[in-house]
């Protein structure tokens, strides 16, 4: 353990949202000393990385937070703990976009947590749009592609209880477009903030240890006129869903994602409103639906203020009045069902109080 350690402990972090609930970050500080930036919390990966001074197309322009300062890149060469290997790794994620650079080693910290010989990639070239200076991937080891212990892993001793905790604030739709930062909600590591939810938390065992994924067994529909609802029932190649911080929306099997909007009343399919569109579902932005999703044997309700993306983007449907919003849920690819068939991003991170749990309940 490191001398740094800090044990029996939690903590509540505060973090900030971009862009309308776009992505939610926090502030890490590495190096000696230390050099604060920003990185995006992601569950659906499990490496650290942050670009150096000496990036050939990073981006730069950082997203300065509301509540720490921080810097575009890692200045290794400040660090007197800070060291590097030869050995090059790549982290590719599911939009397209990717890093690569050199897998390092530093003291690295979030809150009051911190561990001294901390695996990360010194990224040297992007490849895609990143709106924060780097990410810190809160997945299993098996996903690692710098094949080093992911950072809550490293400190997971220190912790109270074996948990990280996300809280995320819903956007404000009034708000003016020029506010593209906001307050993201709250981020505890070594257990839970109470303060945040009703009742008690139900937890559904993980499939495996690479990402957080769980059984989706069945969703459920309300009837707008009361009657019995939709229910959905995903197929075996189709139950394997993942709870992705990383991730705005939430993409599934294109037959399913079909079928629950074919249920949901007012929505129509993109294309019918707009060639730009196409692909896209998009829903009564004053839609009163709340989707059930049956993970295991835990129920989950997808809030209808959370079905639609941002309002401010609206568009009037062409054969009424009505005002429709971009659904929360898309279709991946072709409608070829894949491991995971289902990504279930921030939309339904924001309808619930999320706990990820190392171990049993």
Same mark, same amino acid.
Request: charged residues 15%; contains cysteine.
């Given at each position: 353990p490191s001398s740094l350690?800090?044990?029996?402990?939690? @903590?509540?972090?505060?973090?900030? $949202?971009? @862009?309308?609930?776009?992505?939610?970050? =926090?502030?890490?500080?590495?190096?000696?000393?230390? @050099?604060?930036?920003?990185? @995006?919390?992601?569950?659906?990966?499990?490496?650290?990385?942050?670009?150096?001074g000496t990036c050939r197309n990073c981006n730069m322009s950082q997203v300065q937070p509301i509540f720490d300062n921080s810097q575009a890149a890692f200045l290794?060469?400040?660090?007197?703990?800070?060291?590097?290997?030869?050995?090059?790794?790549?982290? $590719?994620?599911?939009?397209?976009?990717?890093? #690569?650079?050199?897998?390092?080693?530093?003291?690295?910290?979030?809150?009051?947590?911190? #561990?001294?010989?901390?695996?990360?990639? =010194?990224?040297?070239?992007?490849?895609?749009d990143f709106d924060v200076a780097g990410l810190i991937g809160l997945g299993w080891p098996t996903l690692a592609e710098s094949g080093g212990t992911p950072w809550w892993l490293n400190v997971l001793e220190q912790f109270e209880s074996p948990e990280m905790s996300f809280h995320l604030a819903e956007p404000s739709w009034n708000a003016p477009a020029t506010d593209s930062i906001a307050p993201g909600g709250q981020f505890t590591l070594g257990g839970r903030n109470a303060s945040m939810y009703d009742g008690e938390i139900q937890f559904v065992p993980i499939l495996a240890q690479d990402y957080w994924s769980v059984p989706l067994?069945?969703?459920?529909?309300?009837?707008?006129?009361?009657?019995?609802?939709?229910?959905? #029932?995903?197929?075996?190649?189709?139950?394997?869903?993942?709870?992705?911080?990383?991730?705005?929306?939430?993409?599934?099997?294109?037959?399913?994602?079909?079928?629950?909007?074919?249920?949901?009343?007012?929505?129509?399919?993109?294309?019918?409103?707009?060639?730009?569109?196409?692909?896209?579902?998009?829903?009564?932005?004053?839609?009163?639906?709340?989707?059930?999703?049956?993970?295991?044997?835990?129920?989950?309700?997808?809030?209808a203020s959370v079905l639609h993306q941002s309002a401010a983007q609206s568009v009037t449907s062409p054969t009424s009045a009505t005002q429709l919003c971009l659904g929360s849920l898309t279709s991946a690819g072709d409608g070829e069902t894949t491991y995971p068939a289902w990504i279930f991003g921030d939309s339904l991170m924001k309808g619930v109080y999320t706990v990820f749990r190392a171990g049993t309940a």
């Open positions: 350690d800090k044990r029996g402990t939690k @903590q509540t972090i505060p973090m900030s $949202s971009f @862009q309308q609930d776009n992505l939610y970050y =926090a502030t890490v500080k590495i190096g000696t000393p230390v @050099q604060a930036l920003d990185v @995006q919390l992601d569950t659906g990966s499990s490496d650290l990385w942050v670009p150096t290794y060469n400040r660090s007197s703990t800070y060291t590097i290997s030869t050995q090059e790794a790549t982290v $590719s994620y599911g939009d397209g976009s990717a890093v #690569t650079g050199f897998v390092a080693s530093d003291v690295v910290s979030m809150g009051s947590f911190s #561990t001294d010989r901390q695996t990360f990639i =010194a990224t040297e070239s992007e490849t895609g067994n069945s969703i459920v529909i309300p009837s707008a006129s009361g009657g019995a609802g939709t229910t959905l #029932t995903p197929e075996e190649a189709e139950i394997s869903a993942i709870i992705d911080s990383g991730s705005t929306i939430i993409t599934g099997p294109k037959r399913l994602v079909d079928a629950f909007y074919a249920a949901v009343e007012g929505a129509v399919q993109g294309e019918t409103v707009s060639a730009d569109l196409q692909g896209q579902w998009l829903v009564p932005c004053d839609t009163s639906v709340n989707a059930q999703f049956l993970f295991g044997n835990v129920t989950v309700t997808l809030p």
